[in-house]
């Protein structure tokens, strides 16, 4: 569904990505990884079309992405940026009722917008200023508004997800992994989502990519095989260890501080 | 629950119309309104009416342009005046009086210019610092080019030729004073633009979010705002041109709306234009009144007005409390 080759990005003359290439079906949920600055934001915004590839292909499809009109790429890709700041006192369920904005037929916005508001444990919440709400609740309600955006999927659709999980507690973590699993299984869906949980990557995730500090890409494939101790160690600073478990799945880092 | 709130708006502006056509000096016997060419009828039909009309168009199309400006700017704290698009508007004006008093002045291309000052004005803020959505830049740019745009009007009123030349107080504190029938007939070329901003109230709503985040809604979001700048640079001009710059209706009525009625843009837009007609209703009929029978410019009733509320926003938001 999505296939991505070769692709490239440059921003004035520094090389922001190089070489990447991955491919993506339908159901699968694919980890981006890898440092602070190592391009995992530009990657998600080459695939929603912010900005254009400076050289190789990215086909969502079988389409290239900016062939396709305006009018389907809303209705069928979804995108959790890090978070906008709105300074206007919408209310929580008009915010996630923005996410139908690009479908002509409204009259299922509301119901849809109850279902997700109850799925992601915010039907509390329901007409409260958006301006009142901690980080945690707000990135939740923004998360809704992306879903909505493709919960009544019926064709194969894109939800991209930059660190979707940043600011929520675990309880809440725990709430999103399991919606977004259970959606991928439900929907003609597949997602592709910036993160830095090793333990979550190896769980949650069909596919991973890691990217090195240079906008390299180091490894795509499973999580078990792209997430090695050799890769891992390669990636971040020679203080820093990977975890692993008894079964050598990656769990986290270990921190030498001197 | 939309038609009945904006049925009852209409009804509150009736009302505060109806006042200002009743309510002022001069010796007004109703029993001769209806009689032609009695005093009464004169009062209203050359005084009053073109008056009360100019006011509600005026105060609609500042409440609609400061709505709009807000929602595009994504900052609530942006007012027509207060960023410089009045100014722009009143300095070219102003231009146009100079240049073309020779070959004699015609209202069409004082609004013309009017709005081409506003557009510019509007541009230059958004190059500044606009983009960014961030509210202190926007401010401090509107600032500055207010003051090289007063200063303009200011230079130029002194340079001309004509010392009938409307004074730089006309431009700087607005008023109703001279109001007539043709003033009236120009506000009316509001309505169109005015309609078409009102049918953007949705995708004012999703350029709240940001640039990108409205494009991955499907918004073109370049194409939406420049509509928006213009639909509302238009308004701020010709409403400039006609009573010189009242500050603050475009900040005070959104902000009021929102607050009761809530932000959705679909809402916000016609119940600003309404509530800002009664504003600028009752402001009209509290400036002829207050020091009766002198009467002082609008714009310095609005401005008494809106100034403490924007300091009160001021401190709300450098307090980091939600505006």
Redesign the interface.
């Known amino acids: 569904m999505l296939s991505v080759d070769r692709l490239c990005w440059q921003l004035g003359k520094a090389d922001i990505l190089k070489d990447v290439s991955f491919s993506l079906n339908v159901g699968e949920h694919l980890a981006v990884l890898g440092p602070n600055g190592a391009g995992k934001s530009s990657l998600l915004g080459l695939l929603s079309a912010d900005e254009q590839p400076s050289s190789g292909d990215l086909r969502f499809l079988q389409q290239n992405l900016d062939e396709i009109p305006v009018a389907v790429r809303s209705a069928r890709i979804a995108v959790l940026s890090q978070q906008p700041l709105i300074r206007f006192p919408f209310k929580v369920w008009e915010l996630v009722a923005m996410g139908r904005f690009p479908f002509v037929d409204q009259t299922q916005t509301l119901s849809i917008v109850d279902e997700v508001l109850n799925q992601l444990d915010l039907f509390a919440l329901k007409h409260r200023s958006i301006l009142s709400l901690s980080g945690g609740e707000l990135q939740r309600v923004h998360l809704a508004r992306a879903l909505t955006q493709v919960w009544s999927a019926t064709e194969p659709s894109l939800l991209l997800l930059d660190e979707p999980l940043s600011s929520l507690d675990v309880a809440h973590q725990v709430l999103v992994r399991n919606l977004l699993t259970r959606m991928l299984a439900k929907l003609p869906l597949s997602m592709v989502s910036v993160i830095h949980d090793l333990s979550q990557a190896t769980e949650d995730f069909d596919k991973a990519l890691m990217l090195s500090r240079e906008g390299v890409q180091k490894a795509f494939g499973s999580p078990s095989e792209v997430l090695t101790e050799t890769s891992l160690s390669a990636l971040y600073a020679s203080a820093i260890k990977a975890v692993f478990d008894g079964d050598g799945l990656p769990k986290g880092f270990r921190v030498s501080t001197r | 629950m939309k038609p009945v709130l904006i049925g009852s708006l209409v009804l509150v502006w009736s009302l505060a119309f109806g006042l200002s056509l009743a309510l002022g000096h001069g010796n007004v016997s109703w029993a001769a309104l209806w009689e032609p060419n009695s005093p009464t009828r004169q009062i209203i039909e050359a005084v009053r009416l073109p008056r009360a009309l100019l006011a509600s168009l005026v105060g609609a199309g500042l409440g609609l342009a400061g709505a709009s400006i807000q929602?595009v700017f994504?900052?609530?704290l942006a007012d027509p005046a207060l960023i410089g698009i009045s100014g722009g508007a009143a300095l070219f004006a102003a231009l146009y009086l100079v240049v073309a008093s020779s070959a004699g002045v015609h209202l069409i291309g004082l609004s013309v210019s009017a709005f081409l000052g506003g557009v510019l004005a509007t541009t230059l803020v958004l190059v500044i610092g606009g983009r960014r959505?961030d509210?202190s830049t926007v401010l401090l740019a509107g600032i500055a080019i207010n003051a090289i745009c007063l200063a303009g009007v200011g230079l130029l009123s002194y340079l001309a030729p004509d010392q009938s030349f409307r004074s730089v107080s006309f431009w700087a504190l607005g008023s109703f004073n001279h109001a007539s029938v043709l003033d009236v007939g120009v506000a009316l070329v509001m309505i169109p633009v005015a309609f078409r901003l009102l049918m953007l109230g949705?995708v004012l709503?999703?350029l709240?979010?940001?640039d990108?985040?409205a494009?991955?809604?499907?918004?073109?979001v370049a194409g939406r705002r420049l509509e928006v700048i213009i639909g509302s640079a238009f308004i701020t001009g010709i409403a400039v041109s006609l009573t010189g710059i009242i500050a603050f209706v475009g900040l005070i009525v959104p902000h009021l709306v929102?607050?009761t009625l809530?932000?959705?843009h679909n809402t916000v837009l016609p119940c600003s234009m309404i509530c800002g007609a009664i504003l600028l209703l009752v402001a009209d009929w509290f400036s002829r009144w207050i020091f009766a029978p002198i009467e002082i410019p609008v714009g310095i009733v609005m401005t008494l007005l809106g100034a403490p509320l924007f300091v009160v926003l001021i401190a709300k938001w450098t307090r980091g409390i939600?505006?």
């Not at chain 2, 494009?215 to 073109?220: E, I, K, M, R």
């Open positions: 929602g994504r900052n609530p959505a509210l949705r709503d999703i709240t979010l940001g990108l985040e494009a991955h809604l499907g918004v073109a929102r607050m809530g932000s959705r939600a505006l």
